[in-house]
């Protein structure tokens, strides 16, 4: 099932405060597993995850020309749900502003950064039990 056709309890669950976690590949083939924020737009399907320039992720996944394959999950008792799809860093201040504002509305207002960057996933494939 397409994300697009998704119901209004996925969507809801997107919403609701809950950490997830970002997966993306090492070079060796081996997982790297972080807690994150995620915020999704079900509409354009994409997910967005805020970090700064520096972090392995935003390393990892800047260096992959056609964009990193990634994974995000979050999980609540029996209710669960994992975004796969292709990253890319984003870091113009018009994106980062955007994804500061998604954040803020799904977590609270991220502490000041000016190393930000946006991690942007293009979503592929929807998983989950919501």
């Not at 990634?70 to 209710?79: K, N």
């Not at 955007?98 to 190393?115: G, H, I, L, Q």
Request: with cysteine.
């Amino acid at each position: 099932m397409e994300i697009r056709e998704r119901g209004e309890g996925f969507r809801a669950f997107w919403r609701e405060r809950h950490l997830c976690t970002l997966s993306t590949v090492r070079p060796d083939g081996t997982l790297h597993v972080v807690p994150v924020g995620v915020t999704l737009d079900a509409d354009s399907a994409t997910a967005r995850v805020i970090t700064s320039r520096g972090s392995y992720k935003a390393r990892r996944i800047g260096a992959a020309e056609q964009g990193a394959a990634v994974a995000v999950c979050q999980v609540d008792g029996r209710r669960w749900s994992t975004l796969e799809g292709r990253a890319r860093v984003l870091d113009s201040a018009e994106e980062v502003a955007d994804a500061e504002r998604r954040y803020a509305e799904r977590y609270r207002t991220p502490r000041p950064n000016p190393e930000r960057v946006v991690i942007h996933i293009e979503i592929t494939r929807v998983l989950g039990n919501v």
